[in-house]
């Protein structure tokens, strides 16, 4: 099963998406308009850029002190929550959703992506 689709049948999540590392394509499953996926994908993207570098900064401060490389990003707010792993995506209902059960459902199915292909 594609992780993608063992996402988004999860309780809570609204949308899952991969991009690929170049930023040209994108796929989503769940409620997202195709312009929205779109701008969700350039989002996410642009974001997870800015983690790798702001990390690289961090070290440059206190190398070694295990920052790198950075593992993905949540950014919570009132009604909804948008997680990323390696280049997964994921939009969650903080209502009828479980942040913790999607972070680690995330982990187990992309933890061993290759940091250097972001």
């Known amino acids: 099963m594609s992780v993608l689709l063992e996402l988004s049948g999860k309780p809570g999540v609204i949308a899952v998406g991969e991009y690929s590392y170049r930023g040209d394509r994108f796929s989503v499953k769940g409620e997202l308009s195709d312009e929205m996926a779109r701008m969700a994908s350039i989002m996410c993207r642009t974001t997870t850029m800015s983690e790798h ?8 401060f206190c190398p070694d002190c295990g920052i790198l490389p950075p593992q993905g990003w949540i950014v919570r707010g009132p ?19 479980s942040l913790n059960e999607i ?8 933890g061993d992506t290759d940091p250097k292909l972001i």
């Open 103 to 110: 972070v680690a459902q995330m982990r187990e199915l992309l």
């Open 53 to 60: 570098m702001q990390a690289r900064i961090l070290d440059s």
């Open 79 to 97: 009604m909804f929550t948008v997680c990323n792993i390696a280049n997964v995506f994921c939009f969650l209902d903080n209502n009828t959703g």
